[in-house]
T-cell receptor, first 111, second 114 residues
Framework: NAGVTQTPKFRILKIGQSMTLQCTQD?????MYWYRQDPGMGLKLIYY???????DKGEVPNGYNVSRSTTEDFPLRLELAAPSQTSVYFC??????????FGPGTRLTVT | SQELEQSPQSLIVQEGKNLTINCTSS?????LYWYKQKYGEGLIFLMM?????EEKSHEKITAKLDEKKQQSSLHITASQPSHAGIYLC??????????????FGKGTLLTVNP
């Protein structure tokens, strides 16, 4: 199993541009998540999904959108990128009541 | 205010020394998860605790969840340079044990000097 994979690993965006961060898991997990990690701030939940077709907001959803059309994929869309969205983004997945598995992260800089 | 407090924020120890990292919540925890992160990389799962009083060990790392399920400690015995990294605690405080909404602490940066 590849586990949780994320693309791209690095990206630089200009203010106002849009992009999609890709996340795929091959463990047939129902639950998937997007977090952002800012220096010294731990992880903040952006959006999560408990199954295909079901998504919900986390703690910091503004400026982001998600979709979950399949069990495997959970893309995160940034519209009109802002410098405040400069961060490291992690995707994770799990089965209910079990630990979350994390991807390697995407380092995004908005200038 | 931070719902999950980790202490200390950073720690520098000499190789071979023991150390403890704490994670404290203002709410009852349905599950407590310890992760380790190396700079620029993803999170590696260490241990999961769910029952009050539970204690788990793996190699030289021991984690405990107190009886009231509001505090956890991570203890490393005879630290090695390979233990260096950021330790994060994550807690299920809202999803009743289903673990679909974790709250994370800010992390503890551990440096082990040879």
């Amino acid at each position: 199993n590849a586990g949780v994979t994320q693309t791209p690993k690095f990206r630089i965006l200009k203010i106002g541009q849009s992009m999609t961060l890709q996340c795929t898991q091959d463990m047939n997990h129902n639950y998937m998540y997007w977090y952002r990690q800012d220096p010294g701030m731990g992880l903040k939940l952006i959006y999560y999904s408990v199954g295909a077709g079901i998504t919900d907001k986390g703690e910091v959803p503004n400026g982001y959108n998600v979709s979950r059309s399949t069990t495997e994929d959970f893309p995160l869309r940034l519209e009109l990128a802002a410098p405040s969205q400069t961060s490291v983004y992690f995707c994770a997945s799990n089965r209910p009541a079990y630990e979350q598995y994390f991807g390697p992260g995407t380092r995004l800089t908005v200038t | 205010s931070q719902e999950l407090e980790q202490s200390p924020q950073s720690l520098i120890v000499q190789e071979g020394k023991n150390l403890t990292i704490n994670c404290t919540s203002s709410k009852t925890l349905y599950g407590l998860y310890w992760y380790k992160q190396k700079y620029g990389e993803g999170l590696i799962f260490l241990m999961m605790l769910q029952k009050g009083g539970e204690e788990k060990s793996h190699e030289k790392i021991t984690a405990k969840l107190d009886e009231k399920k509001q505090q956890s400690s991570l203890h490393i015995t005879a630290s090695q340079p390979s233990h260096a990294g950021i330790y994060l605690c994550g807690a299920d405080m809202d999803s009743g044990g289903s673990n679909y909404k974790l709250t994370f602490g800010k992390g503890t940066l551990l440096t082990v000097n040879p």
